[in-house]
């Protein structure tokens, strides 16, 4: 992976124009949906208008933003770690551990679904670690290897408690798979960016040390980066973020993945501009994507993890497809 390098005034461009292209979304995507509101209304606390944009709309967009700026970072912050362009926040198991215990929870009763989902996202996060570190050297490819047999595993009990499901049980849990927006009160949006913004901003603040280590661990060492500490605070990192926001929204796909890559292809691979530039354009993507799903056929609702992947897998193909030709 090779890190271009890029000037200040485009640095500033970038980075004005994804940030604006996030608070454009946060600012009038609440707007649309089945029913018509006016911002003057809703300000001067009229109603409907103040109860639909205040108590439904502005959460699940704040919700939304959140989530797509936390996975977007993720994305770039895994894809550095492993080296790897089309690694995802889920790549090492944590989602598959919160989705797991999201299905037992739902099994059990359907109460505290999120709780559950942190608490087997957090399980997994120690398993992994644990299998890891019994190697004498923490490495990435230790890590990749740990995360994806863990993946496979909890994915095979997700089958195996969906398959004794009631039915209304398994249509709870096929939903929750997709992937989903809700509104979500204010309290939870607190804890949510308490956790996702500081996590990015520490993301940013080492973005350095992510280019050195995205050329190799051996570069990365040689000049002075404690590449094992790195990984192990990174990949918490990562983890921390995509266990918080799967626990609340459920996997939602391909924006870890299509974000990153699209800007690591119009700007490059310098982390300075990749992270702050992802977190903004993922914010805004998934804000627009969850648009889409509650107004295509609205009053329905559409999963917004169908919007995402009907958007990203093509995006998908279309990367694996320019890959090959340059090998």
Known sequence: MVVKQVTARRVWTTSLLSFSAM????????????AHIDYSRAIAGQSPDAEILFGVRLPRVLLAALTGGALAAAGVLFQALLRET??????????????LGAVIAICLGGGRVWPASLLG?????????????????LSSFTLLMAGITLNSICMALILFFQNFAGFGQSFAIVRWLMGGIDAVPYGTLA????????????LFWKSREWNLLSMG?????????????????????GSLLTGAVTALTGPIGFVGLIVP?????????DHRLLIPSSFFLGAAFLTICDTLARTILAPAEIPVGVITAILGGPFFIWMLRSRSKLH
């Open 23 to 34: 608070v454009a979304a946060i600012a009038f995507l609440p707007l649309f949906g089945s």
């Open 86 to 99: 089309l690694a995802t926040p889920y790549t090492l198991g944590v989602s598959s551990g919160a989705s």
């Open 121 to 137: 996202a957090g399980l997994t996060l120690l398993l992994v670690m644990a299998i890891a570190s019994e190697s004498r050297r």
């Open 191 to 202: 804890w949510l960016s308490a956790v996702v913004l500081p996590s990015v901003i520490y």
């Open 217 to 237: 661990e051996d570069w990365a060492a040689t000049r002075g980066v404690s590449t094992s500490t790195l990984i192990l605070t990174g990949y918490l990192i």
């Open 261 to 269: 890559h699209a800007l690591r292809l119009s700007i490059g691979a």
